[in-house]
């Protein structure tokens, strides 16, 4: 917790097991005394994964605004077929707001246009320089990829 090196022992600290320096220790409840020195702790990196999540698209606006051209209905009307609120509906318009994805999935179906794109998030892996076996930010950046 300290950021100690040294001689560290097991402790629950508030249910979580952490590796802690002796004074540390008084904080939780000690599970094991080991000698296990900071710099020996084993360190790997997880395997790069992708992970899928879904938006909105950007030209959202754009879409909702020609769709209700498209069926020549004012917002007011437009807004009581999509069962939402026509400051709502002017608001998405003119691209002040963005919808949620539960939201968007909804106005697809009743619309029958495309309203959500997926995002492809990838882990991307930062070599570390130098001799720290300390981890920084730039271990942990995921790179947005959109599809």
Request: charged share 30%; proline share 3%.
């Given at each position: 917790?300290?950021?100690?090196?040294?001689?560290?022992?097991?402790?629950?600290?508030?249910?979580?097991?952490?590796?802690?320096?002796?004074?540390?220790?008084?904080?939780?409840?000690?599970?094991?005394?080991?000698?296990?020195?900071?710099?020996?702790?084993?360190?790997?990196?997880?395997?790069?994964?992708?992970?899928?999540?879904?938006?909105?698209?950007?030209?959202f606006a754009f879409l909702l605004r020609r769709e209700r051209?498209?069926?020549?209905?004012?917002?007011?009307?437009?807004?009581?077929l999509l069962q939402e609120k026509e400051s709502m509906l002017?608001?998405?318009?003119?691209?002040?707001?963005?919808?949620?994805?539960?939201?968007?999935?909804?106005?697809?179906?009743?619309?029958?246009?495309?309203?959500?794109?997926?995002?492809?998030?990838?882990?991307v892996k930062m070599e570390k320089s130098g001799k720290k076996?300390?981890?920084?930010?730039?271990?942990?950046?995921?790179?947005?990829?959109?599809?």
């Open positions: 917790m300290c950021g100690k090196f040294g001689q560290l022992v097991t402790a629950d600290v508030e249910g979580v097991p952490l590796q802690v320096c002796g004074a540390c220790s008084k904080y939780g409840q000690v599970r094991h005394k080991g000698a296990t020195p900071f710099a020996q702790t084993r360190r790997f990196s997880a395997p790069v994964k992708e992970v899928v999540e879904h938006a909105v698209r950007g030209d051209e498209k069926r020549k209905l004012t917002q007011e009307e437009f807004a009581k002017a608001s998405w318009e003119h691209g002040t707001i963005k919808p949620l994805v539960d939201t968007a999935r909804r106005l697809e179906k009743v619309l029958g246009i495309s309203l959500v794109v997926k995002e492809e998030l990838e882990d076996d300390e981890l920084t930010l730039g271990d942990f950046i995921k790179v947005r990829k959109r599809n």
